[in-house]
């Protein structure tokens, strides 16, 4: 405030020096300093921005027209091959099924975080303050669990011979016999492991943002509304939803990005194993890039896989932007 | 409005991208500032060593895997090259496994690499293939290899396929430096309890008897296996198909055939699987170091594993619950009775790299190893050396090491010696593979069917 206030008096003293017979530069001047000035103050953090973030971009982009295999890296050869790599894993049944299996895990990571992340949100607000304690404390604790550890405690939980899961389920005894039961020999399994481990990860920060969100709604509405008769599901669907629209569209989107690229705990946890069917679009960067040595085939699979996930995101950015404005 | 909400469109594009596209392009991106000043390719080949011989002083980098050699069998080495060589140093480096493809990759790719590198001898071939060795076919004999580039002879100095790891497209870009392989560990005090003699497990089926022997005598102890293996060591399980005359893939004049499905392979594999069945309590869904199979055998809960002469070490353990004579060793005995099964090489390369400014100095420093004195510090250091002729004479106060050797004599083998076989390991279809049948999901024609494809399509992508 007392920024704005300043500002306005610095704009009124040239007017004055300007109206008192001097010709209108210095006004002009100024003037276009002041509009010059908050790109200035962003200069510092713009070129950063492009140091660090958009020449490594640039030469993705670039490396995914060459041909740049471990060869070329010793030699220091530069091959152009135009569209070629593009060409390729765009007609290679394998990459296709791979962006199918990239999405379906995507939405299926994605709806489960906001879901329990939500359920979570409203039991935090109905707890007593010692349960809302202990629950928001476990939540804490379970977001901070580093990836690769997360991926590793699931692993020992789900072992074959060791682990605690087939154990708890021979001892409860309701569903057969889990003696050696491999949760790592299907794709389906693997996935649901490795999606458990995210969700269980991720939701906390959902819940969170939801439960603030949730205590910014005022108590009159809901108060209102149960006067009027309505129902648990009926002042949540009318009343907590609607309010709630635009910090569900942000961590939906947010969600999205994370687990549309998510690496560690795929890669940890099997290796896009079993016979790679859970190789997502990150996963299959990296065999091709690293383990394959084929760095111009991953560059163009890195950049397939943003413009992929820019499609998808751009109507809904847009609806973001509308959303908020309107608000 | 369309203006404003393109702005964190461009800002997530930025962000998505080098999100996730940097572990994918790590390497040439450090590589790039090399590659701007590079001189133009072919370059290299044509500044040979003799430019650099006249340097009367310099610093030789040689850069070797943790494990490898002991310090003071290393400061021996330079102690010795120092005195030859006036005026040079040594910097030695010890580098981890883990991750080493990716640093040697960087590294051997700069203006300024390390002048000698270790490379495991089935990752060499990536370095061969891509032109980051100093081609040293005509050094050959001055390092005591033999002749012969051609990986067919039979005659070269060299153990057999640590010889073939060195040489891609007919030309020596690597030279041999140690090799170790697998034998049976086994606890003495239980078989000697079980009353097996070790002396008379000569044959697959005298192996399978003695573990089921075991399994009798201890059955109280909860989870023993007599002899241990994990459902996916497939290292375990190239031996077997080897044995029975079979192979994982062959080269057909320049095109991969994945062989896991020939006869002789399915053989092979129904050996893994007998031996597992015979009462192997490891996971079938993981492999030999989930958990390590040493630490089973350590807490006693096997009676034998198949594993490396360096897991021994491990296998003993330092908290005095086994102790280093109760271990011994034997070799893997063959389906055939009286044989043994050929083994698995592992082992070391040591190449020069392209862009070293020292390669004179760093082949004299090479040449130290071929030598009685330099093969005797390998010996020492517990490894087979390079040389047949330093291998079939080990002395006997080296049990271990005499079995090991024996094995290599009689017949040793390694994956196939291509860059892109590093792609296969990287998402083994045969660790898949054997779940499938060890969990009676699929059958061994079926899984192995799968498997080869697999292999198939990524050994024939494109260089």
């Known amino acids: 405030m007392a920024d704005t206030m300043r500002a306005q008096v610095e704009d009124l003293s040239p007017v004055t020096v300007g109206r008192r017979g001097a010709p209108s530069r210095p006004r002009t001047a100024t003037s276009a300093m002041r509009r010059a000035l908050p790109y200035l103050a962003i200069l510092p953090t713009l070129g950063t921005f492009l140091i660090l973030l958009g020449y490594p971009v640039l030469l993705v982009i670039l490396l995914s027209f060459q041909k740049y295999n471990l060869a ?54 109905r707890l007593g303050r010692w349960m809302r304690l202990a629950v928001s404390m476990a939540m804490v604790l379970a977001w901070s669990v580093p990836a690769v550890t997360g991926s590793v405690i699931f692993q020992w939980l789900f072992d074959s011979k060791f682990g605690v899961v087939n154990w708890a389920l021979n001892t409860i005894g309701l569903f057969g016999d889990f003696t050696n039961h491999s949760w790592f020999d299907s794709g389906l399994s693997t996935f649901a492991i490795i999606t458990m481990l995210m969700v269980w990860q991720a939701a906390p920060f959902v819940a969170f943002s939801l439960f603030a969100g949730i205590g910014s709604i005022s108590k009159e509405q809901y108060e209102a509304a ?100 309107g608000a | ?184 560990i086994y606890n003495k005090t239980q078989f000697a309890a079980a009353g097996i003699d070790p002396a008379t497990i000569t044959s697959k089926d005298k192996m399978i008897a003695a573990a089921k022997t075991l399994q009798a005598k201890y059955a109280s102890v909860k989870d023993y296996s007599g002899l241990y293996t994990a459902g996916q060591n497939w290292y375990e399980l190239l031996q077997f198909i080897w044995d029975r005359g079979g192979d994982v893939a062959v080269d057909q004049n320049g095109t991969w055939k994945a062989t896991l499905e020939s006869p002789q392979a399915m053989q092979g594999i129904q050996d893994y699987v007998d031996y597992y069945k015979a009462g192997s309590t490891g996971p079938a869904d993981n492999d030999e170091m989930n958990p390590p199979e040493y630490d089973i055998f350590h807490q006693g809960k096997a009676g034998m594993f198949i594993g490396n002469g360096w ?27 009286g044989k043994t099964a050929p083994v698995f090489l592992g082992g070391s390369d040591l190449g020069i790299a392209a862009n070293s400014k020292n390669q004179q100095q760093a082949l004299d420093w090479l040449k130290q ?30 049990p271990i090491l005499q079995v090991q050797a024996k094995e290599a004599a009689a017949g040793s083998k390694s994956t196939p010696n291509d860059p892109r076989w590093a792609s296969v390991e990287a998402n083994n279809p045969i660790k898949s593979m054997l779940t499938q049948i060890l969990t009676g999901k699929a059958s061994i024609a079926d899984a192995a069917k799968a498997a080869d494809q697999s292999i198939d399509q990524i050994l024939n992508t494109p260089l």
């Open chain 1, 226 to 325: 149960r006067v009027d008769g309505a129902g648990e599901w009926a002042v949540f669907r009318w009343i907590t939803l609607p309010s709630l629209a635009p910090l569900f569209m942000i961590l939906t989107f947010l969600s999205s990005i994370w687990d549309f690229k998510v690496f560690t705990q795929i890669w940890t946890m099997r290796q896009g194993g079993p016979n790679n069917e859970t190789v997502t679009l990150a996963i299959y960067a990296y065999q091709v890039g690293i383990a394959g040595n084929r760095f111009g085939i991953a560059a163009a699979v890195s950049c397939v896989m943003v413009a992929l996930l820019l499609v998808v995101l751009v109507p809904y950015i847009r609806s973001m932007v509308r959303t908020q404005e």
């Open chain 2, 1 to 184: 409005m369309r203006a404003k909400s393109l702005v964190p469109i461009a800002f997530l594009a930025v962000v998505g991208l080098t999100g996730c596209s940097s572990a994918a392009t790590q390497a040439p991106t450090q590589a790039a500032p090399a590659g701007s000043q590079a001189a133009p390719a072919g370059s290299q080949a044509a500044t040979p060593a003799p430019a650099t011989q006249a340097a009367s002083s310099g610093t030789l980098t040689v850069w070797l895997m943790k494990g490898s050699l002991p310090d003071e069998t290393v400061a021996t080495l330079n102690t010795q090259f120092q005195a030859a060589h006036p005026g040079w140093t040594v910097d030695y480096q010890v580098q981890n496994w883990d991750g080493i493809v990716a640093k040697l990759t960087t590294a051997l790719a700069s203006n300024n690499p390390p002048d000698i590198v270790e490379l495991g001898n089935t990752q060499a071939v990536t370095f061969e293939q891509a032109g980051a060795l100093m081609d040293i076919s005509s050094q050959r004999q001055a390092l005591g290899g033999g002749t012969s580039n051609d990986s067919a002879t039979a005659d070269e100095a060299w153990l057999g396929s640590l010889n073939d790891t060195s040489i891609w497209e007919g030309k020596l870009y690597a030279m041999p430096f140690y090799a170790g392989d697998r034998l049976v």
């Open chain 2, 369 to 398: 190893l071929n030598t009685d004195a330099g093969q005797q510090l390998l010996i020492k250091a517990g490894w087979i050396p390079s040389l047949k002729t330093a291998a079939a004479n080990i002395p006997a106060d080296n």
């Open chain 1, 72 to 125: 070329e890296l010793f030699n220091h050869r530069t091959i152009w091959i135009g569209l070629d790599n593009y060409r390729e894993i765009l007609g290679n049944p394998e990459f296709i099924s791979v962006v199918i299996r990239t999405f379906l895990f995507t939405i299926a990571n994605v709806a489960l975080t906001i879901g329990l992340g939500t359920l979570v949100a409203l039991l935090l607000d």
């Open chain 2, 311 to 337: 897991e021994i070490g491990s296998a003993v353990g330092t908290d005095g619950k086994l102790k280093a004579d109760e271990v011994g060793v034997f070799a893997i005995p063959s389906a055939t009775d």
